[in-house]
Protein backbone atom coordinates (compact mmCIF):
# COMPACT_ATOMS: atom_id res chain seq x y z
CA UNK A 1 0.00 0.00 0.00
CA UNK A 2 1.69 3.02 -1.31
CA UNK A 3 1.52 6.68 0.75
CA UNK A 4 -0.15 8.44 -2.51
CA UNK A 5 -2.72 5.74 -1.72
CA UNK A 6 -3.15 6.53 1.93
CA UNK A 7 -3.20 9.88 1.05
CA UNK A 8 -5.85 9.72 -1.25
CA UNK A 9 -8.08 7.71 1.07
CA UNK A 10 -7.66 9.80 3.37
CA UNK A 11 -8.59 12.67 1.20
CA UNK A 12 -11.89 10.70 -0.01
CA UNK A 13 -13.08 9.50 3.12
CA UNK A 14 -12.70 13.56 4.71
CA UNK A 15 -14.70 14.45 1.05
CA UNK A 16 -17.37 12.25 2.31
CA UNK A 17 -17.59 13.60 5.85
CA UNK A 18 -18.45 17.06 4.78
CA UNK A 19 -20.87 15.32 2.16
CA UNK A 20 -22.67 13.61 5.41
CA UNK A 21 -24.00 17.16 6.14
CA UNK A 22 -26.64 16.49 3.43
CA UNK A 23 -28.24 13.90 5.72
CA UNK A 24 -27.83 16.09 9.04
CA UNK A 25 -24.96 17.59 11.36
CA UNK A 26 -23.15 14.71 12.28
CA UNK A 27 -19.98 13.87 14.41
CA UNK A 28 -18.12 12.90 11.34
CA UNK A 29 -19.07 16.41 9.35
CA UNK A 30 -17.63 18.51 12.62
CA UNK A 31 -14.47 16.16 12.63
CA UNK A 32 -13.84 17.12 8.75
CA UNK A 33 -15.36 20.58 9.38
CA UNK A 34 -12.52 21.08 12.40
CA UNK A 35 -9.35 19.66 10.35
CA UNK A 36 -10.20 21.65 7.37
CA UNK A 37 -9.92 25.08 9.64
CA UNK A 38 -7.29 24.33 11.69
CA UNK A 39 -5.58 23.18 8.38
CA UNK A 40 -6.39 26.24 6.42
CA UNK A 41 -5.90 28.84 9.69
CA UNK A 42 -1.64 26.79 9.53
CA UNK A 43 -1.38 27.38 5.92
CA UNK A 44 -2.76 31.06 6.05
CA UNK A 45 -0.21 31.46 8.74
CA UNK A 46 2.93 29.89 7.02
CA UNK A 47 1.54 31.35 3.92
CA UNK A 48 1.53 35.08 5.95
CA UNK A 49 5.11 34.61 7.47
CA UNK A 50 6.93 33.40 4.68
CA UNK A 51 5.16 35.47 1.41
CA UNK A 52 4.61 38.58 3.78
CA UNK A 53 6.74 39.48 7.08
CA UNK A 54 9.75 37.90 5.75
CA UNK A 55 9.64 39.77 2.23
CA UNK A 56 8.04 42.85 3.04
CA UNK A 57 9.17 43.36 6.39
CA UNK A 58 11.99 41.24 8.25
CA UNK A 59 14.23 41.03 4.80
CA UNK A 60 13.92 44.70 3.77
CA UNK A 61 14.42 46.14 7.65
CA UNK A 62 17.63 44.15 8.15
CA UNK A 63 19.02 43.11 5.56
CA UNK A 64 18.87 46.42 2.91
CA UNK A 65 18.49 48.48 5.94
CA UNK A 66 15.49 50.47 5.27
CA UNK A 67 14.61 51.43 8.57
CA UNK A 68 11.43 52.89 7.10
CA UNK A 69 9.95 49.86 7.52
CA UNK A 70 10.27 50.06 11.53
CA UNK A 71 6.82 52.02 11.52
CA UNK A 72 4.62 48.66 9.87
CA UNK A 73 6.35 46.80 12.41
CA UNK A 74 5.62 48.77 15.19
CA UNK A 75 1.56 48.76 13.71
CA UNK A 76 1.75 45.18 13.24
CA UNK A 77 2.97 44.68 16.78
CA UNK A 78 0.42 47.13 18.31
CA UNK A 79 -2.78 44.56 16.84
CA UNK A 80 -1.23 42.58 19.48
CA UNK A 81 -1.90 44.69 22.20
CA UNK A 82 -5.67 43.25 21.99
CA UNK A 83 -4.62 40.65 24.52
CA UNK A 84 -3.60 42.92 26.89
CA UNK A 85 -6.54 44.66 28.27
CA UNK A 86 -4.20 47.74 30.32
CA UNK A 87 -2.90 48.32 26.93
CA UNK A 88 -6.15 47.34 24.36
CA UNK A 89 -6.67 50.46 23.08
CA UNK A 90 -2.91 50.93 21.33
CA UNK A 91 -4.77 48.52 18.98
CA UNK A 92 -7.32 50.84 17.75
CA UNK A 93 -4.29 52.80 16.21
CA UNK A 94 -3.23 49.51 13.55
CA UNK A 95 -7.11 49.33 13.04
CA UNK A 96 -7.80 52.80 12.00
CA UNK A 97 -4.59 52.86 9.99
CA UNK A 98 -5.67 49.52 7.95
CA UNK A 99 -9.35 50.61 7.67
CA UNK A 100 -8.61 54.02 6.34
CA UNK A 101 -5.82 52.59 3.98
CA UNK A 102 -8.30 49.33 2.41
CA UNK A 103 -10.94 51.92 2.12
CA UNK A 104 -8.86 54.27 -0.22
CA UNK A 105 -7.07 50.98 -2.23
CA UNK A 106 -11.38 49.63 -2.63
CA UNK A 107 -12.57 53.09 -3.52
CA UNK A 108 -9.50 53.83 -6.11
CA UNK A 109 -10.17 49.83 -7.15
CA UNK A 110 -13.83 50.10 -7.63
CA UNK A 111 -14.01 53.69 -9.42
CA UNK A 112 -11.18 52.47 -12.15
CA UNK A 113 -12.51 49.17 -11.94
CA UNK A 114 -16.46 49.29 -12.77
CA UNK A 115 -17.62 53.32 -12.47
CA UNK A 116 -15.69 54.86 -14.99
CA UNK A 117 -15.71 51.71 -17.50
CA UNK A 118 -19.54 51.50 -17.02
CA UNK A 119 -19.16 55.02 -18.01
CA UNK A 120 -17.25 55.07 -20.81
CA UNK A 121 -19.25 51.65 -22.44
CA UNK A 122 -22.15 53.63 -21.80
CA UNK A 123 -21.31 56.57 -23.97
CA UNK A 124 -19.40 54.50 -26.53
CA UNK A 125 -21.85 51.91 -27.82
CA UNK A 126 -21.13 50.90 -31.18
CA UNK A 127 -24.28 51.96 -33.38
CA UNK A 128 -23.91 49.91 -36.69
CA UNK A 129 -25.61 46.79 -37.43
CA UNK A 130 -29.29 46.80 -35.77
CA UNK A 131 -28.46 44.58 -33.42
CA UNK A 132 -25.70 46.53 -32.28
CA UNK A 133 -28.61 49.18 -31.77
CA UNK A 134 -30.79 47.19 -29.60
CA UNK A 135 -27.81 46.37 -27.45
CA UNK A 136 -26.64 49.47 -27.26
CA UNK A 137 -30.09 50.77 -26.44
CA UNK A 138 -30.69 48.25 -23.56
CA UNK A 139 -27.40 48.84 -21.99
CA UNK A 140 -28.06 52.92 -21.83
CA UNK A 141 -32.10 52.40 -20.55
CA UNK A 142 -30.83 49.36 -17.93
CA UNK A 143 -27.69 52.10 -16.38
CA UNK A 144 -30.10 55.35 -16.37
CA UNK A 145 -33.07 52.85 -15.03
CA UNK A 146 -30.71 51.77 -12.29
CA UNK A 147 -29.52 54.95 -11.34
CA UNK A 148 -33.27 56.48 -11.03
CA UNK A 149 -34.09 53.54 -8.82
CA UNK A 150 -31.12 54.38 -6.18
CA UNK A 151 -31.97 58.42 -6.54
CA UNK A 152 -34.36 59.19 -3.48
CA UNK A 153 -34.15 62.75 -3.57
CA UNK A 154 -37.25 63.03 -5.40
CA UNK A 155 -40.48 60.22 -4.71
CA UNK A 156 -40.38 57.55 -7.37
CA UNK A 157 -44.26 58.94 -9.02
CA UNK A 158 -45.31 59.35 -12.67
CA UNK A 159 -42.68 58.75 -15.18
CA UNK A 160 -39.82 58.52 -12.74
CA UNK A 161 -41.33 55.84 -10.88
CA UNK A 162 -42.16 53.97 -13.83
CA UNK A 163 -38.51 54.29 -15.24
CA UNK A 164 -37.40 53.32 -11.40
CA UNK A 165 -39.71 49.93 -12.21
CA UNK A 166 -37.51 49.31 -15.22
CA UNK A 167 -34.24 49.84 -13.41
CA UNK A 168 -35.81 47.23 -10.53
CA UNK A 169 -35.87 44.77 -13.13
CA UNK A 170 -32.33 45.22 -14.65
CA UNK A 171 -31.00 44.51 -11.55
CA UNK A 172 -32.94 41.49 -11.04
CA UNK A 173 -31.71 40.61 -13.46
CA UNK A 174 -28.02 41.41 -12.60
CA UNK A 175 -28.81 39.45 -8.84
CA UNK A 176 -30.32 36.78 -10.93
CA UNK A 177 -26.88 36.11 -13.09
CA UNK A 178 -24.40 36.51 -9.95
CA UNK A 179 -26.89 34.01 -8.11
CA UNK A 180 -26.15 31.23 -11.28
CA UNK A 181 -22.52 32.12 -11.60
CA UNK A 182 -22.37 31.31 -7.70
CA UNK A 183 -24.58 28.11 -8.84
CA UNK A 184 -22.52 27.18 -11.23
CA UNK A 185 -19.14 27.31 -9.28
CA UNK A 186 -20.41 25.29 -6.51
CA UNK A 187 -21.71 22.73 -8.99
CA UNK A 188 -17.88 22.71 -10.57
CA UNK A 189 -16.44 22.42 -6.97
CA UNK A 190 -19.11 18.83 -6.88
CA UNK A 191 -18.60 17.68 -9.86
CA UNK A 192 -14.93 17.76 -9.52
CA UNK A 193 -14.88 15.94 -6.03
CA UNK A 194 -17.12 13.40 -7.72
CA UNK A 195 -14.49 13.10 -10.37
CA UNK A 196 -12.12 12.64 -7.71
CA UNK A 197 -13.93 10.00 -5.48
CA UNK A 198 -15.00 7.95 -8.78
CA UNK A 199 -11.72 8.05 -10.53
CA UNK A 200 -8.72 8.91 -8.56
CA UNK A 201 -10.06 6.76 -5.18
CA UNK A 202 -12.39 4.19 -7.03
CA UNK A 203 -11.05 3.75 -10.14
CA UNK A 204 -14.72 3.14 -11.42
CA UNK A 205 -14.09 5.78 -14.37
CA UNK A 206 -11.50 5.81 -16.81
Not at 124 to 139: F, K, N
Not at 172 to 183: N, P, Q, R
Request: with cysteine; charged share 10%.
Amino acid sequence: MSLEFIGITIAALLTLCIYSFLYKDNPFYKFAEHIFAGLSAGYYVGLVWHSIIKVQLIGPLFEDHDFIFIIPAVLGILMFARFVPRIAWLSRISLAFVMGNTAGIFLIQQLHGFVLPQVRNTFTVPLGSPGQIVSGAVIIVGVISTLIYFYFSKEHKGALGATASVGIFFIMISFGASFGYTVMARVSLLIGRAQFLLINWLHLIK
